[in-house]
């Protein structure tokens, strides 16, 4: 789980009290700030953080220390300290040219936390400090400018900081930053569906789902025509004669299919447009978060699966009519839409919510 920690120094006066409430309320990882006192009246349900004292008095013994280092020396010297128990000693470095990147990096191979601002833009400096701690017991926290780019920072190299230090405007970005922190995409139970028929239907639109992402072989995606149940589309990761693969794609379905998403929403494959969150999900019911690149939505005949779950729940798929496009079967096995037959399994998921506009919603609704 990554962590929050809020920087009061640039708070403006008038919100520090609100951003202080926020921040203890919503339970951050810890409250940075240059003055003692304020630090020394926090609860004990969170870390205190004293920015710019290497030495601070013994009164003020539960606080860690946030130390400046500009060169090995300082370093070597907070080192000391961890190694003596004298304080959870803790590493600001400013990565401003080559020299302060290797510091940062030997820092958050040294101590239990480093924090790093970056000059530049880039997220480049940042990467290498990720590589150099991947395997460090100790945490990277780094500085954010805004909520957005707290969001970038945690996807560098698909493992982020562990934590993020951000100076709120106000108390409504204390809660923004530690949502956007927990925000996972948990996993799916999936079940095993039994194809009852499949039906060619004729001509209709069909879209294919391109994403900014490569998939694993054993992910797709869950879509259905009914809100209540989906099937396991494969990406296009395994080879095909007479074409390319293509490892970003889902051959989804006809545009009026439901496709599930994080939060347990839906949207219409025909609603989706560059830039849209999607949900990849493994056969084993793993999730995770990608972005589409884009839709192809054209004509194509069309093929209508009919299948049922364990407990009677009846599951409508209708996809391009095509030997090429397939789904998945138990044990991640990949099987072609249109060599279906009565008997078959494959994955799916049942879920017991009504939808309105893509959301869950607790009333009457008959899909069929």
């Given at each position: 789980?990554?962590?929050?920690?809020?920087?009061?120094?640039?708070?403006?006066?008038?919100?520090?009290?609100?951003?202080?409430?926020?921040?203890?309320?919503?339970?951050?990882?810890?409250?940075?700030?240059?003055?003692?006192?304020?630090l020394a009246l926090l609860?004990?349900?969170?870390?205190?953080?004293?920015a710019g004292a290497p030495?601070?008095?013994?009164?003020?013994?539960?606080?860690?220390?946030?130390?400046?280092?500009?060169?090995?020396?300082?370093?070597?010297?907070?080192?000391?300290?961890?190694?003596?128990?004298?304080?959870?000693?803790?590493?600001?470095?400013?990565?401003?040219?080559?020299?302060?990147?290797?510091?940062?990096?030997?820092?958050?191979?040294?101590?239990?936390?480093?924090v790093v601002e970056f000059?530049?833009?880039?997220?480049?400096?940042?990467?290498?400090?990720?590589?150099?701690?991947?395997?460090?017991?100790?945490?990277?926290?780094?500085?954010?400018?805004?909520?957005?780019?707290?969001?970038?920072?945690?996807?560098?190299?698909?493992?982020?900081?562990?934590?993020?230090?951000?100076?709120?405007?106000?108390?409504?970005?204390?809660?923004?930053?530690?949502?956007?922190?927990?925000?996972?995409?948990?996993?799916?139970?999936?079940?095993?569906?039994?194809?009852?028929?499949?039906?060619?239907?004729?001509?209709?639109?069909?879209?294919?789902?391109?994403?900014?992402?490569?998939?694993?072989?054993?992910?797709?995606?869950?879509?259905?025509?009914?809100?209540?149940?989906?099937?396991?589309?494969?990406?296009?990761?395994?080879?095909?004669?007479?074409?390319?693969?293509?490892?970003?794609?889902?051959?989804?379905?006809?545009?009026?299919?439901?496709?599930?998403?994080?939060?347990?929403?839906?949207?219409?494959?025909?609603?989706?447009?560059?830039?849209?969150?999607?949900?990849?999900?493994?056969?084993?019911?793993?999730?995770?978060?990608?972005?589409?690149?884009?839709?192809?939505?054209?004509?194509?005949?069309?093929?209508?699966?009919?299948?049922?779950?364990?407990?009677?729940?009846?599951?409508?798929?209708?996809?391009?009519?095509?030997?090429?496009?397939?789904?998945?079967?138990?044990?991640?096995?990949?099987?072609?839409?249109?060599?279906?037959?009565?008997?078959?399994?494959?994955?799916?998921?049942?879920?017991?919510?009504?939808?309105?506009?893509?959301?869950?919603?607790?009333?009457?609704?008959?899909?069929?």
């Amino acid at each position: 789980m990554k962590f929050a920690w809020i920087d009061l120094r640039s708070v403006p006066s008038e919100h520090r009290t609100a951003v202080i409430d926020a921040a203890v309320h919503a339970r951050v990882h810890a409250i940075v700030d240059s003055d003692a006192e304020t630090l020394a009246l926090l609860p004990n349900t969170v870390r205190r953080v004293l920015a710019g004292a290497p030495h601070p008095g013994d009164e003020h013994a539960d606080l860690v220390v946030l130390e400046t280092v500009g060169d090995t020396d300082a370093l070597g010297a907070l080192e000391g300290r961890h190694r003596d128990g004298l304080k959870d000693a803790a590493a600001l470095v400013h990565v401003t040219d080559d020299r302060t990147l290797r510091l940062a990096c030997d820092a958050a191979r040294a101590l239990p936390f480093t924090v790093v601002e970056f000059k530049d833009p880039t997220k480049i400096p940042l990467e290498i400090v990720i590589a150099a701690a991947d395997s460090s017991p100790g945490d990277l926290v780094c500085r954010a400018d805004s909520i957005e780019e707290a969001q970038i920072i945690v996807d560098v190299l698909e493992k982020g900081s562990e934590g993020v230090l951000l100076a709120p405007k106000d108390a409504g970005e204390v809660f923004a930053l530690v949502e956007m922190l927990r925000t996972t995409t948990p996993d799916l139970k999936l079940q095993t569906l039994r194809v009852m028929s499949t039906e060619h239907l004729g001509l209709g639109d069909r879209v294919c789902i391109d994403t900014c992402t490569h998939f694993e072989q054993d992910e797709g995606m869950l879509v259905g025509s009914y809100a209540h149940g989906f099937i396991l589309c494969v990406s296009e990761t395994h080879p095909l004669p007479y074409m390319p693969t293509r490892p970003f794609r889902i051959n989804a379905g006809a545009l009026h299919s439901y496709v599930l998403g994080a939060e347990n929403r839906t949207n219409y494959l025909s609603e989706l447009k560059a830039g849209s969150p999607v949900l990849a999900v493994g056969a084993d019911g793993r999730t995770r978060r990608i972005v589409t690149g884009r839709i192809k939505l054209e004509s194509r005949p069309l093929l209508g699966i009919n299948a049922v779950a364990e407990d009677g729940t009846p599951v409508n798929l209708i996809v391009q009519d095509d030997w090429h496009v397939r789904v998945l079967g138990p044990g991640a096995s990949v099987l072609n839409v249109t060599e279906l037959k009565r008997g078959d399994e494959v994955l799916g998921h049942i879920a017991t919510d009504k939808r309105h506009v893509g959301w869950p919603v607790g009333e009457f609704c008959v899909e069929k």
